[in-house]
């Protein structure tokens, strides 16, 4: 596949799943109002990922529906980080705050891509994602400075997620020739960027190690992932392989 | 505490501050939290809401599970937005029934401990992505019955509430019905789905509005202080009367021979529900009334260390986030 269809679906698929797993949260969040804010999260993104499948569309792929829910998982280019199960209320918000940062470096590079389509989606998601990363940065905080309890349960997500979250920046396929014609900057760079924000945001609260002393989980952009993927898809293409043909 | 409020009928005041109260009413006036009324209309207006907001919270949770398994992109988002919407309506409530002096904290305890009620509809398993649209279609319909009655009752911040909730209640109805008519002009398998649902959904849904006025002991007091402005039947000949002509207008049928629109009373007739199961049902013992109870426990126990966290940040203010 040409690379800049990877890049896009690697953006879409990360939306999508990021999307799928906060809306597994409604309804059933610890407090309302945190219930309700992770709600609309769910939604900005799974909306986000519409956007991407449309700029795939734009290139000759076929709709968003079929895209989201017609592929097998050696079909998905997400990052391994995104199809992990939710976990507890801390897992969920470590993961957002990693991957919401993530996307903002992203987008701001993405912002000014050379392709045009693309430079104009980013630039207009960057204002949602500031609103993500202000609630995660609140609730981060917050937990991180609570109890011992909230403190050792984030700080433990965040070991455990660190090594996927590093895999968000794994190489796009093809991505020397996107950096060459302008489309996006090298994902060693974005990573580098990303680590040193995260770093200043989250070192007085949590302890974090070197970059370099991070093995990364990688794979999802080549279409290898974990067994979570599969589940995950089980659940979301259900109706679709029950119902051939149906309308919704 | 041993001594005697003015709110009870024991008391020498009571009288003349009930002649004072029912008259507010009789103008159409709204109570607010700090207004005198009596102890029974405080309680029984606690009951309500407290009862109306269980619902919200617990209605959540047979939609909710259908949120994965949402057949496209646009379905996945707006099922999001309506269980979100309801876990809104939840705190709204909440917030309505904390003004009468009972904190949230411990509605939500009643609630997961089985001490308190909620709406029978919510006790049922939502089988198939053809329940999701008809409560989304006809439950979310029978509550706008409700609850734009309810919203013309007296006390003040239930009935704000409610005008807020059935405005975004009627966007979910509407959202229903384009899902069965959707699903109507699908498949012939997606047809038969929904017929089924309907199937399914009926006497709970005729039995929402609760027993037969002659089956319901406070009717008149409630009515006569605006706590519920129409009675079940009232309620539920409104609702059928909106609602059959369009259920027939789809293509679908209605598991009740007795369904019939009788010219001379001009309203339409239905069957015997079976009210025994209602009983069992709003008493706890519905198909799925232990299942969701230890769900929103689960939830609930799990969201424990959050709160704690939170509680021991309001406690220490000088490193409460910016």
């Known amino acids: ?248 | 505490m041993t001594q005697m409020m003015n709110d009870v009928p024991e008391h020498p005041e009571y009288a003349a501050r009930l002649i004072e109260f029912e008259a507010r009413i009789d103008r159409g006036e709204k109570i607010e939290p700090d207004d005198w009324m009596p102890a029974k209309f405080r309680l029984q207006m606690i009951r309500l809401i407290q009862q109306h907001a269980n619902s919200e919270l617990i209605g959540a949770l047979p939609e909710g599970t259908w949120i994965p398994y949402a057949p496209n992109l646009r379905r996945k988002m707006a099922l999001t937005a309506k269980v979100q919407d309801e876990v809104g309506h939840a705190q709204l409530l909440y917030r309505a029934a904390e003004t009468l002096g009972k904190p949230r904290e411990e509605m939500i305890e009643e609630l997961i401990n089985g001490k308190s009620k909620w709406s029978n509809v919510f006790a049922y398993p939502a089988e198939t992505w053809s329940d999701i649209a008809i409560i989304a279609w006809l439950i979310d319909a029978a509550a706008i019955v409700n609850q734009t009655i309810m919203a013309n009752g007296s006390y003040g911040p239930y009935s704000r509430a409610l005008k807020r909730i059935c405005y975004e209640e009627s966007f979910h109805m509407k959202h229903g019905e384009d899902m069965i008519i959707t699903l109507m002009e699908g498949t012939e398998a997606q047809r038969a789905q929904v017929q089924d649902a309907l199937n399914r959904w009926y006497w709970p849904i005729i039995m929402f509005f609760g027993p037969h006025d002659k089956e319901s002991v406070h009717t008149e007091q409630l009515k006569r202080w605006g706590v519920k402005p129409k009675t079940n039947d009232e309620q539920r000949q409104e609702f059928l009367g909106k609602y059959m002509p369009r259920i027939y207008e789809l293509g679908l049928t209605v598991p009740d021979p007795d369904m019939h629109y009788d010219l001379e009373k001009d309203e339409w007739v239905h069957g015997e529900a079976p009210w025994q199961e209602f009983y069992d049902v709003i008493n706890g013992k519905g198909p799925m009334s232990e299942e969701r109870l230890a769900t929103r426990r689960m939830a609930y126990d799990e969201g424990k260390w959050v709160r704690e966290a939170l509680a021991m940040m309001e406690r220490l203010p000088h490193v409460v986030a910016s």
């Open chain 1, 1 to 248: 596949m040409e690379p800049l269809k990877m890049l896009l679906f690697a953006l879409a698929d990360d939306e999508l799943l990021m999307g799928h797993r906060a809306s597994e949260w409604t309804g059933l969040g610890p407090i309302l109002e945190a219930d309700l804010a992770l709600s609309s999260i769910a939604q900005d993104e799974m909306g986000h990922a519409l956007l991407f499948y449309d700029l795939l569309g734009a290139l000759g792929e076929t709709e968003p529906d079929s895209l989201a829910f017609g592929r097998s998982p050696a079909e998905f280019y997400n990052a391994i980080l995104c199809e992990l199960p939710r976990g507890d209320w801390g897992e969920t918000l470590m993961r957002h705050f990693l991957y919401d940062l993530a996307e903002q470096v992203r987008l701001e590079a993405l912002a000014a891509s050379s392709y045009a389509p693309l430079a104009a989606v980013a630039t207009k998601l960057r204002s949602e994602e500031k609103y993500h990363m202000l609630h995660g940065s609140t609730w981060l905080k917050r937990l991180g400075q609570g109890t011992e309890e909230s403190h050792r349960r984030l700080q433990s997500s965040l070991d455990q997620l660190l090594p996927y979250a590093v895999g968000l920046w794994e190489t796009i396929p093809g991505e020397a020739a996107l950096v060459a014609q302008g489309i996006m900057p090298p994902s060693n760079t974005l990573r580098d960027q990303w680590y040193a924000t995260l770093t200043s945001v989250l070192t007085s609260t949590f302890a974090l190690p070197a970059l370099s002393d991070i093995a990364p989980v990688e794979g999802g952009r080549r279409g290898e992932h974990s067994e979570h993927l599969v589940s995950l898809l089980d659940a979301m293409q259900l109706l679709h392989r029950e119902f051939p043909g149906a309308k919704w």
